[in-house]
């Protein structure tokens, strides 16, 4: 298993080796994510059900190098502007433990502001 820190080393590493830094503005790493993003999202299109988890099932590779691809993006992106990706995410889920409590939302796919 490997950690936030040591996945984002690997990143850093492979950016560096090929000077592409220069290219990696805040905004352009949130479209790359957001591009990258798309390609996971679309490799579901027009599929549903038991045709969408078989169709995933199929192509498990393909959808962990987009996911991978996203994490690459969200990693420069988080290092690049200072955050600690894994206490950012644990703060974030204790907010959303306070928007969603359990006895108000188990079993409902409600936005909190609905609860």
């Known amino acids: 298993m490997s950690t936030l820190k040591e ?8 950016r560096h080796e090929r000077n592409w830094k220069q290219f990696h503005t ?5 479209l790359c994510l957001s591009l990258e ?5 679309e490799l ?7 045709a969408l988890d078989a169709h995933l099932a199929e192509n498990k590779e393909s959808l962990g190098d987009e ?18 990706l894994g206490a950012a995410y644990v703060a974030k889920m204790r907010k959303n433990a306070e928007k969603y409590p359990v006895e108000k ?6 936005k909190y502001t609905e609860l």
């Open 26 to 30: 805040a905004k352009d790493l949130a």
């Open 7 to 14: 996945l984002t080393d690997v990143t850093l590493a492979f």
């Open 37 to 41: 993003a798309a390609e996971v999202v």
């Open 67 to 84: 996911l991978s691809d996203v994490l690459h993006a969200l990693l420069l992106l988080a290092h690049d502007n200072g955050i600690d």
């Open 105 to 110: 939302a188990k079993d409902r796919a409600t």
């Open 44 to 50: 579901m299109q027009w599929r549903n059900g038991a």
